[in-house]
């Protein structure tokens, strides 16, 4: 096991943003220069998360109220926490989280109006204070977003996939409550939150992460030296 601790990165954003692509591709760049890479996503990532994500996403639960919603966020983050993201990182590991603690503070903080505090202080009590070493908001228009995280979401269900459009159902307000929240996440951490313009192309985006990284890190430089030093 590495005695070196490895590096936490999160990405935010509303729904649609292309986030998951965009840690995808950044996986697929830092594995080919020999990085340990570990990707995951919330709600979800264990078998517990999963499920509660499927509840969380589901339609058939529009009734859920707010703060069990909430609840069961954090259920499924301290899962996360213990199963794969102490150990990812205590092995040293580059750790690409799709949405962590930030996602709440925006959606069901901005979002649900419940505001930041009670999501700052679950984290606080059940996620050891856990923080990223980077959250990369990826910012863009929040009428594009939704459009295109409803297309998503409909093609999931004409292909039998499970169905998580729960929140895509929510209406423009909501998702402009959720923004203005991440905005102020990231007014607040500055050294932390570092905000990326989705609004270009996919390659632009992908351009603007790698310096990104590699200017926090020096993730790639150093991979490459090592690799021509062995």
Known sequence: ???????????????????????????????????????????????????????????????????????????SRAQHIE?????????????????FTDSSEAYQGGGRKLGSAPVLELHRVLCRNLQPDLTILMDSDVAACVDRARRRNRARANSDLSDESRFERENRAFFSRVRTAYLEIAKREPERVIVVDARGTPEQTHSRLLDLVNEKFGLLNSAVKARNVG
Do not use: H, W, Y
């Open 1 to 75: 096991m590495s005695s070196r601790r490895g590096k936490f990165i999160t990405f935010e954003g509303l729904d649609g943003c292309g986030k998951s692509t965009q840690m995808e591709i950044l996986a697929a760049k830092l594995r080919e220069r020999g990085l340990a890479i570990t990707v995951t996503r919330e709600p979800g990532g264990t078998p517990t998360g999963e499920q509660i994500r499927q509840i969380l996403l589901d339609t058939k639960t529009s009734g859920l109220s707010t703060k069990a919603e909430l609840a069961l966020m954090f259920a």
């Open 83 to 99: 199963e794969v993201l102490l150990p990812a990182l205590a092995a040293g590991n580059i750790v690409l989280c799709d949405r």
